[in-house]
């Protein structure tokens, strides 16, 4: 058994590490498509800027967890080619 080997249990959950790491941000980045219902009220110019702004704000948070989980994947690809 070498250093740089990974074996067991830990060694496969470490290899499936990114794959999940990216099903999550195809999760994140899916909200993002994906059409909700706002309550505003359509004759007031305020509640629907403040809407907008909301749904703008979410899919923001969305788009950043898919890039943070995305990026986390990546980075965890790249210490296994190292470590091998």
């Known amino acids: ?4 080997r990974l074996h067991g249990l830990f060694g496969r959950a470490i290899i499936l590490l990114p794959a999940i790491l990216w099903a999550v ?6 909200l993002i498509l994906l059409g ?12 629907s800027r403040l809407a907008f702004r909301r749904i703008n704000r979410k899919k923001a948070q969305h788009l950043n967890r898919a890039f943070a989980f995305w990026l ?9 080619a190292l470590v091998r």
Not at 37 to 46: E, G, L, V
Request: charged fraction near 15%; charge should be positive.
């Open 1 to 4: 058994m070498g250093v740089g």
């Open 25 to 30: 941000a195809v999760f994140y980045g899916a």
């Open 36 to 47: 909700r219902r706002y309550r505003y009220f359509a004759n007031s110019p305020d509640s």
């Open 72 to 80: 986390t994947g990546v980075v965890v690809v790249l210490v296994i």
